[in-house]
């Protein structure tokens, strides 16, 4: 085939025109931001759906950029108690050669059990949703369903929680949801609802907080409806120790606007508390603290004692030490405490025995974190020579001050003869501080002792 000049002129010149389109291609929020090609912040608009995430971009190249924001993209919160949100509507945004722009993305959230995100909340850069929750977030996306009913389904797949009401009045959009979320729980379809009718979601931030006197194994939080039917269960199963605890809860329900629904607390089946909610309600706050005192007492015998932070209600709220072992004469002792507490409270550092209050001291919730040595592991074995046989006695590491640092062994029996023991333990008190293994009788007196190397 033969070109005249002219024609070839007009080639080259269609060619040069169109390449710079041609090299310009799509990347990925993430690939791009990797590559530093582009400076990215995400915060939260407020709501756990709809345009909930706002997203700053800035072009750091000389060329423009075509930037791909997927379906499936996630943003996670960064506080564990806020909900992580899910790009339900792709975006391809033009960023032109060092130029800034910001965009609001429609998204939904994928942890229904966590509070909804505040106005200015901030997010990181998660990764792609996977499997089905990518494959729903994608049919949401192609289909415009950014509604109720959808975010009922990405609930549903993410907790792979078929419980949820997957229900509207477009009997078309139900069906296509209600078939993949059947897919991916393994649900029979029949156990979904294609009546049509108005689909709405109640949505509450709460928190439970409960003060537990002694340890419990087998706590459960659940949110119920006023008839007593299960909504959501937010663990089940844990152990805890005494204190004060707070859990912070998303509450999203389809009961209604109007009605109330009850955060309830057992153990194995008895109620420890409940608290009832409704839309307009927020979680308590909190307030982390991490506290020092010194405290000097007198200890007319040995004893054990528990060693805790307390309200001015006498209520425990953190467990520092427990079963501690307090030396017959007079201490000096320093005691940390980090955790969370209810703000607007006054609070003691005490060691008690019983109701006994053997030394308190207040504390101040905004003094300066306390500077703790490094943790420094120590380890090794030692012998006993046993001339006769024991009952009920302990062997445990002591400090240099003599205070119990911990218990080795609870011994009911031992015979006579040469015992080897091993022990590892990790401490705060510097790499010049000493320790020693001490084995004593049930009424605390002193059998045998040695220093550790």
Known sequence: ???????????????????????????????????????????????????????????????????????????????????????????????????????????????????????????????????????????????????????????????????????????????????????????PIEEFRFTPQVHHISEISSSMEVFLEDYVDNLTLA???????????????????????????????????????????????????EKWIQVGDSATETKDIHVQAMLNYDVPETMKGRVGLYDEEGRLCVLVQDDRMLKEGAHRTRLVAKSYVLPDHDYFMKIMVGEEEIASAPIRLDQEAPVLQPLIRKSGSFYINLEEEIFDAQLAVYDANGELHYVMYHITHLNPGRKKFSYRFSHDHGREATFSARLTGKEGEILWEKELN
Request: with cysteine; net charge positive.
């Open 223 to 273: 949110l119920y409806n006023e008839e007593g039917s299960l909504i959501r269960r937010y663990f089940s199963g844990r152990s805890y120790e005494p204190g004060f605890f707070s859990w912070k809860v998303g509450a999203n329900h389809y009961e209604g606007d109007s009605s109330k629904v009850v955060l309830r607390l057992f153990e194995g089946d008895e109620l420890v508390a």
């Open 1 to 187: 085939m033969k070109f005249s000049r002219l024609s070839l002129i007009c080639l080259l010149l269609t060619v040069c025109s169109i390449s710079p389109l041609l090299s310009q291609q799509k990347i990925p929020l993430l690939k791009a931001i990797k590559a530093g090609k582009i400076k990215a912040a995400v915060m939260g608009n407020g709501g756990y759906r709809g345009k909930a995430v706002r997203l700053g971009l800035k072009n750091l190249t000389s060329s423009s950029i075509d930037l791909e924001i997927p379906g499936g993209q996630i943003f996670a919160s960064r506080d564990s108690h806020v909900q992580d949100l899910m790009v339900t509507d792709s975006r391809m945004i033009a960023l032109a050669a060092g130029r800034s722009q910001i965009v609001d993305l429609e998204t939904m959230c994928i942890q229904s059990g966590n509070s909804s995100p505040r106005k200015g909340e901030k997010f990181t850069f998660g990764q792609m949703a996977k499997d089905h929750l990518l494959k729903l977030a994608q049919l949401i996306d192609k289909h415009d369903y950014h509604n109720s009913t959808a975010q009922s389904a990405v609930w549903s797949v993410a907790n792979n929680d078929p419980v949820k009401h997957i229900y509207g009045e477009d009997t078309s959009m139900v069906k296509q949801l209600a078939l993949l979320v059947s897919e991916a729980t393994n649900t």
